[in-house]
């Protein structure tokens, strides 16, 4: 009867349960590639993101490298500009659980605001403790001071932010591998787009070659018929040489109806 028992419940191994466990990460570039195109329409990651399987591509690829989950990543790395980024309080969170983190000290908002400056200080075992400091002149000089968005709202809480980036970067680049402060990079000013030449779609009558207004002129019969090859020489896209050569053969011209005292 004991034995009959036993069957009825199945029991699931730790193995068997390990083998079932998600860990939330795409394990190839194939899943990774079906996880973003998946997860672009959800409602549940942010705006930015939505529609853009690209970017959650880059996004998750990026934060995977440093210890998020997927879906982590998702929500901690933003692609601003074409740049992958982090935000700020994922940074402090990344640095905490790093094993060699001994403490993090930054100054509280009233602090910042007494002092009009903000300072990090990050320790880690073995290593001496980085500091950073940034200022309110420092924002200015870098014509942040005042700019319109969180720089206005929450200016100390940026101070706070900038000190906290190049902290514990200095402390910790083999934790965040490169990645910069979301808050800074959204503050790098855009590169200016270089304008492609402007191109006129001229009128099939003005893509004419040297030739071709050449026999023009040499066939017009009165002066009026020397005008429309005059202005598709000034028209074509030709060198110099052959626009010299076309007011030439417009001059001979011209002189022939005068010398004929055509009309």
């Known amino acids: 009867m004991d034995n009959e028992n ?23 570039m194939g899943e990774l590639v079906q996880y973003a195109q998946m997860v672009a329409n959800s409602q549940l990651v942010p705006k930015s ?11 998750v690829d990026m934060g995977m490298s440093v210890g998020f989950t997927a879906g982590q990543a998702l929500q901690s790395i933003a692609v601003i500009g074409g740049r992958a980024a982090i935000w700020g309080d994922a940074l ?3 640095c905490i659980a790093h094993p060699a983190c001994e403490d993090i000290h930054e100054d509280d908002p009233q602090t910042i605001e007494k002092n009009q400056a903000a300072t990090c200080t990050v320790y880690r075992k073995g290593r001496q403790p980085k500091s950073w400091t940034y200022t309110v002149a420092d924002a200015k000089r870098a014509r942040l001071w005042g700019k ?8 100390f809480r940026m101070l706070q932010m900038r000190a906290r980036g190049f902290a514990c970067r200095n402390q ?6 490169g990645l910069s402060l979301a808050e800074e ?3 790098i000013p855009a590169e200016p787009q270089t ?22 002129i040499t066939n017009a019969s009165s002066p009026k018929q020397l005008e429309g090859p005059v202005i598709k020489a000034k028209a074509a896209d030709l060198p110099e040489a052959d626009k010299q050569t076309i007011r030439d053969a417009y001059k001979a011209k ?10």
């Open 6 to 28: 036993k069957a009825l419940v199945p029991v699931a191994t730790a193995a068997k349960l390990q083998k079932r466990t998600y860990n939330g990460n795409p394990q190839n």
């Open 49 to 59: 993101y939505r529609g853009k399987p690209e970017d959650i591509l880059v996004a």
């Open 92 to 94: 402090l969170a990344l």
């Open 148 to 155: 319109q968005g969180p720089w206005t709202t929450d200016p």
């Open 172 to 177: 910790f680049p083999d934790v965040l591998r």
């Open 185 to 187: 990079v959204r503050d």
């Open 195 to 216: 304008r492609a030449p402007l191109k006129v779609a001229l009128p099939k009558a003005f893509a004419a070659s040297v030739n071709e207004i050449l026999d023009e």
């Open 254 to 263: 011209f002189a022939e109806f005068k010398a004929a005292d055509v009309p």
